[in-house]
């Protein structure tokens, strides 16, 4: 005995609670949040850790080099320039030019070995997340459009690759070189670091401010972007339709909804984005400023040197490309993570029944299918489709289901099947309650014609075997034969080629039935 479902408010419940990635959440719960979509993307890079161990290897080597570049120019500008003594400066500039060398090498193998393990990560999470679609329940396809799944395993997919595999661990990196210049400057003179301090609250509250923003917009937009695809998505598939009732302009209006929601939505981002850039662009520039107006006065006063002070704003400028990076880092990341909430709809999204349960015993021959007293309704709010239906079929008879249209004839075949299970009454197959029987097992007693025709594009022995590996080109050829399929299908030859389905029927003009 089982209760009427709710399969299908509890993914709309699910659904809206990642749509908007916790937005209502406080910051400790919504930072908590972020995390565990972190972590499900690190969860498929762990196969991949020598790569990411390689690329954090060349991590230090890059701090290294980074603060050796400035000190370099100031040890040259300070012993050798400035004194006048060139014997030395040959030897120094040879040693400049192999510190940028080295640095690029390290930068190169560290984007290299984390780009690539990224994207094998990618790779195997567009894997799981389809085998997991695959076993999705009914219900889910019933309350979502195709296109908004068809949107999670593509760009979302991308966006997370293109966005959060380069720019966070870019942003790592970019972090540790800020953080180590900013030390070395410092120590070559902490009055000249102490003024460009002064701008880091400023620059913090803006960015913090932006950052939100844009996350909200990234998510709007992507929540969007799917809505619109699942529409137009179910507009292909049914053209037909849309034709044969003149509805294509309602059609094109209401899909230049979604469009103008979704480039207001993109401009929305892009604004915040660039208020980002030229926030960061101008604290470079005016940090520039007040270095050079307060360096200068130190050079005059002696307590810096010249090589210091050029020196410092040559760091300076390594200091704020990272930071004027950061803010397009932290925009694919925004980006990224608003992607990632949508994905993790795929993975929160309960599966169909527990692919791991056991066979039972004694369902190896069809003996008899009983229905007692059967009632179902598919969802919690909807009226009841099958209302006490009984019925009996035992092995050898046959029996026709003859009603009206939505009277629940499909319906029971559905249940049949186990495309839905959540039903009050009794069910029996061979004596043993339906429910408890795993889904791969039923199915091998029932084959279906379904009232929609759909074919793969592929070889017509592809679309009557359907590619399983037991059953074999004998079968196919029998079956074929049984429905009078071999009068036109030896004649052109093509149950034994691999021919793209479409193809063949438009040119040999094969009934699709």
Known sequence: MQGHPSTASNQKAA?????????????KAKAKYDWQ????????????????????????????????????????????LVPGDYDGLVQGVVILIGVMFANYISDAIYNFSLQKAAQQAIRDMRTVMFDRVMHFPRSYFDTTPMGVTLTRLTTDLEAINESFAQGLLNMIRDLMIT?????FLAVISWRLALVLLLLGPVVYYITEKLRKLMRKAFSEGRQVLSQGTGFLQECLNGIKTVQLYGAEETSQKYYAGFTKAFFKTQSRSNLYDSALFSLIEGVTTVSMGLIIWYGAGEVLAATISVGVLIGFINTLDKIFVPVRDFTSQLASIQR??????????????????????????????FESVVFDDVWFRYTEDSPDVLKGISFTLNKGNKIALVGTTGSGKSTILRLLTKTYTEYKGSIRLNGVELSSIPKKQVRRFFSLMQQEIFLFDKSIAFNIGLGRSDISNQDIEAAAKYVYADQFIDRKRLLKHVLPLFRSIRFFNIPRQ
């Open 15 to 27: 659904s809206a609670k990642s749509a908007n990635g916790g937005a209502s959440q406080p910051p």
């Open 37 to 80: 979509l972190i972590k499900r993307f690190i969860h498929f890079l762990k196969p991949y850790r020598r790569g990411v161990i390689l690329g954090s290897a060349m991590i230090p080597f890059s701090v290294m080099f980074s603060v050796l570049y400035p000190w370099l120019i100031m040890r040259i500008i300070d012993e050798q």
């Open 179 to 183: 953080i180590a210049l900013l030390i």
């Open 336 to 365: 990224a993570l608003a992607a990632l909430q949508h994905v993790d709809m795929v993975f929160s999204q309960n599966l169909e029944e527990d692919l791991s349960r056991k066979t039972i015993a004694g369902l190896e021959r």
